[in-house]
């Protein structure tokens, strides 16, 4: 998808052919309009989960919970909110969105403002915001968390947040679209800010998480909306979906993946699988993420 802060750096790390600078790729997509192809055969995985999918005790297209997508960032995003599912509902949307971004590659200087700077109210921010701030005032508001690749961060919804330029990450959500955006530096466009006033929530500083991860699967953020692990082995590594199904994505490296029932397939780095039952993969070079949804 193209955005006006995009970047060629996940079609680099991927060897992706893009004509232009993209901001957004989606990896696995229920929402309307944007539902992610089935690699190698017809169909999105929407139609899918409603054919095949329902056989194998798939939750709906409606129902499916989670979205994942891939962020390029060559300038920063807008300064901006998500709500949560009660502030949703009041707006007449179908859920809010909560997420968790993982940062994949960050210039030296690259850094995501995430939450207020100690001190700073939310309500404060959006008085100097309507007070014709400049991008500098606003930043200086801002909770400035300085990133490199392999960090993760959980953005609760209701948190105010823009992510820097020089950034690219994976970013695991609830299946919304909902952004109101508060300041975008400059771009003129639209800008949302009663529904942000309504959604945005004061809370503590947020912290960057940097677990050791190794060999088996490391739990990086477990909330109410999923969980995200992720593992590096240098051997054999199961994949067993606790709630029915889950979804692998491999950041680096190519692996053999082996299922139960004598299902094989060959994945490399950029791939996404839906994963049905426990299955095995073998490899070499693995760097992956698991996202299941939340209990």
């Known amino acids: 998808m193209l955005r006006p802060w995009g970047g060629s750096r996940v079609a680099r790390r991927f060897g992706w052919d893009a004509g232009s600078a993209v901001g957004e790729w989606w990896l696995a997509s229920c929402y309307?309009?944007?539902e992610t192809a089935l690699h190698e055969t017809a169909g999105n995985l929407a139609t899918w989960l409603e054919t095949e999918g329902r056989a194998l005790n798939c939750p709906e297209a409606i129902d499916f919970p989670i979205l994942l997508k891939f962020l390029d960032a060559e300038e920063t995003l807008s300064?901006?909110?998500?709500?949560?599912d009660d502030v949703a509902a009041r707006h007449g949307l179908p859920g809010g969105k909560t997420e968790a971004?993982?940062?994949?590659?960050?210039?030296?200087n690259a850094c995501v403002y995430l939450g207020t700077a100690p001190?700073?109210?939310?309500?404060?921010?959006?008085?100097?915001?309507?007070?014709?701030?400049?991008?500098?005032d606003?930043?200086?508001m801002m909770n400035r968390l300085a990133v490199r690749a392999g960090d993760t961060l959980f953005v609760k919804a209701g948190t105010l947040h823009a992510i820097a330029g020089g950034v690219s990450l994976f970013e695991v959500q609830q299946n919304s679209d909902a952004t109101y955006r508060m300041h975008d530096w400059g771009r003129g466009r639209a800008l949302h800010l009663e529904q942000a006033r309504d959604a945005?929530?004061?809370?503590?500083?947020?912290?960057?998480?940097?677990?050791e991860v190794g060999q088996d699967w490391t739990t990086l953020v477990d909330c109410s909306a999923f969980q995200?692990?992720?593992?590096?082995?240098?051997?054999?590594?199961?994949?067993?979906?606790?709630?029915g199904y889950a979804l692998l994505t491999l950041l680096a490296g190519t692996g053999e993946l082996q299922g139960k029932q004598g299902t094989q397939a060959t994945l490399s780095a950029g791939d996404t699988l839906l994963v049905l039952d426990e299955v095995e993969l073998a490899g070499?070079?693995?760097?992956?993420?698991?996202?299941q949804p939340g209990l």
Do not use: F, Y
């Open 32 to 34: 309307p309009g944007m």
């Open 79 to 84: 300064l901006q909110v998500h709500p949560n």
């Open 101 to 108: 971004w993982h940062i994949l590659d960050a210039d030296a």
């Open 119 to 136: 001190g700073t109210t939310c309500a404060e921010i959006m008085s100097r915001i309507e007070a014709g701030a400049s991008n500098e």
């Open 138 to 140: 606003v930043l200086s």
């Open 200 to 211: 945005m929530i004061d809370g503590p500083p947020s912290q960057i998480i940097r677990p």
């Open 228 to 243: 995200l692990s992720r593992a590096k082995p240098n051997a054999p590594i199961k994949i067993a979906p606790t709630d």
């Open 284 to 291: 070499a070079d693995l760097d992956l993420l698991l996202v």
